[in-house]
């Protein structure tokens, strides 16, 4: 009778559901997890030892929706870890502390969080959609007009003194684009290695132009790759004058040496930022993430050095032994965004990051990054980078991007056509598709909201002479550049 009673109570409940299951299911993940989960791929992880409970796609089951904005335990990192490491045994969910590595936990969190923010923008794209051709956001409502276009990725953007627009064309082309959409390409322009991310990055005017006509490029080059007898190469930076449509007087700027040059075709960096004389600009990691901390090699590096090419005698490395000269910051993993707050004149730079480790970063002398010993991210194909997000020495973003948006280039607005909107730093996105629109005040990001989506991947942005905002997008497929310009529509 007693035995019948309770019996039937547990019937009843939700715990005895959850405690069968709970015999079935979680003694064959345990099973699983005695052989130790190898190296296994996160969504694969999720699947084979969570799904059961939380859903195949996070919305909960006989486990709590992973969803919902309900969070029982906590939904900070911290509290994430403990309720896998620790589990709920009493409620049917196992331990995982000793069978899963704190990486794996660690990509588990991520893997979470990933997807509770991609339901987030799914809601944002919905809202993002234009209405007669009318974007809203929260402060400005605009129009997209088309400027121009080009049969290849465009990388980045400046204006020249008689506002047509330098344009780059990331398989070796430099345009000059008039605002009827009309383009001239500039002869003799130095010869990029089209490697992967490689080829020709970044062109600006100096902030002398005016006197001096120098414009610079920042590419990807091969030289002596032959001699060598393997083809490797680095991000290299050029200057030199337009005269009658032609590239000329070229001067060299800053060059790797051959020992230095890498095979792969990622992380390549370059923006530039002209201050007070100096011109600073980022190397990625060019896929071998562990020199990223070595300070003896140029990349994963933001670099100082004279605009004229010449290395500063008060750059933080200088004077160690073996030390790469021009280095201002490390353990940066792939910068491709650059710019200086239009007041206080620091440094921001965006970092492309690995799954989940997109970042904004307040780029400080001789500071250290942190990639790849402290990340927020996990490689793209979903196995675990490290469980470390801070260390003593090491700088916190002032935000990191879950899941990455791809960040690309960077702007803070000083135009005079989105009064709301001064100062604001607009980042790109490229997987993402998306423009940000971001607050900083005293380090802190006080604002953040997606501004455009969906209209293709965004390369660059630039403000505008006419006080507007220039976008560089590139269309999916097939891989078409376009100039945008956002005005305000009322
Ligand atoms: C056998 C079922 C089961 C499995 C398998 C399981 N869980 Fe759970 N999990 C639960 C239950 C039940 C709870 C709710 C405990 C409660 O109600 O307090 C829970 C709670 C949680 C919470 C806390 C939720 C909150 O609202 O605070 C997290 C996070 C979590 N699980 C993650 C995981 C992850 C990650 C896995 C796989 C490694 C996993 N769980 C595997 C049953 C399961």
Redesign the pocket.
């Known amino acids: 009778m007693m035995a019948a009673y309770s019996l039937s109570i547990l019937m009843n409940s939700k715990l005895f559901t959850?405690l069968l299951?709970?015999l079935s299911?979680?003694s064959l993940?345990y099973l699983n997890a005695q052989n130790r989960i190898g190296t296994g791929e996160v969504n694969e992880l999720?699947q084979q030892?969570?799904a059961?409970?939380?859903g195949k796609d996070l919305e909960g089951g006989?486990?709590?929706s992973?969803l919902d904005d309900?969070?029982?335990?906590?939904s900070s990192d911290e509290a994430?870890t403990m309720?896998?490491k620790n589990g709920?045994p009493e409620?049917?969910?196992v331990a995982?502390g000793s069978t899963l590595s704190d990486n794996q936990i660690r990509s588990?969190v991520i893997y979470?969080k990933e997807r509770r923010q991609q339901i987030l923008t799914e809601k944002t794209a919905e809202k993002l959609k234009p209405q007669g051709g009318i974007f809203k956001t929260e402060k400005h409502d605009y129009k997209l007009e088309k400027i121009g276009e080009a049969d290849g990725i465009l990388w980045s953007i400046d204006f020249m003194p008689d506002n047509r627009m330098l344009v780059t064309q990331r398989d070796g082309v430099l345009w000059v684009f008039d605002h009827y959409g009309n383009k001239t390409r500039i002869a003799g322009t130095p010869n990029v290695w089209q490697h992967g991310q490689g080829g020709l990055m970044e062109a600006k005017l100096h902030p002398d132009y005016e006197e001096n006509g120098w414009i610079y490029l920042g590419y990807s080059e091969n030289i002596g790759a032959e001699e060598r007898g393997r083809d490797a190469g680095m991000t290299a930076i050029v200057r030199g004058r337009i005269e009658n449509n032609r590239w000329v007087e070229q001067e060299s700027i800053f060059h790797v040496p051959g020992e230095f040059h890498t095979s792969a075709g990622v992380h390549f960096g370059t923006r530039f930022v002209f201050q007070d004389g100096y011109l600073f600009f980022p190397i990625g990691d060019r896929g071998r993430q562990d020199q990223a901390q070595d300070i003896s090699r140029p990349n994963g590096k933001v670099h100082r050095i004279y605009d004229d090419g010449r290395i500063p005698e008060d750059n933080p490395f200088f004077n160690e032994p073996n030390a790469y000269k021009t280095i201002w910051t490390f353990g940066n993993r792939n910068p491709q965004g650059l710019d200086a707050h239009p007041i206080t004149g620091e440094l921001w730079s965006t970092e492309h990051g690995p799954r989940g480790g997109d970042e904004a970063n307040w780029i400080r002398r001789g500071r250290n990054y942190g990639w790849p010993v402290i990340t927020y991210g996990m490689n793209y194909n979903g196995t675990p980078i490290t469980d470390m997000t801070h260390m003593v020495g090491m700088e916190q973003p002032l935000h990191y991007w879950l899941p990455s948006i791809a960040v690309c280039g960077i702007e803070f607005y000083t135009g005079n056509q989105f009064d709301g909107w001064t100062n604001d730093l607009f980042v790109a996105g490229l997987a993402s598709q998306e423009l940000h629109r971001m607050r900083i005040e005293n380090n802190e990001l006080i604002e953040h909201e997606i501004v455009l989506k969906n209209e293709g991947r965004i390369r660059d942005i630039t403000t505008g002479p006419d006080g507007t905002i220039y976008v560089l997008l590139t269309s999916r497929s097939p891989k078409f550049g376009e100039i945008y310009k956002m005005v305000p529509s009322s």
Do not use: N, P, R
């Open positions: 959850t299951f709970c299911i979680c993940s999720y030892l969570c059961a409970c939380h006989l486990g709590l992973l309900e969070w029982k335990h906590g994430l309720s896998i709920f409620l049917g969910m995982y588990l979470i």
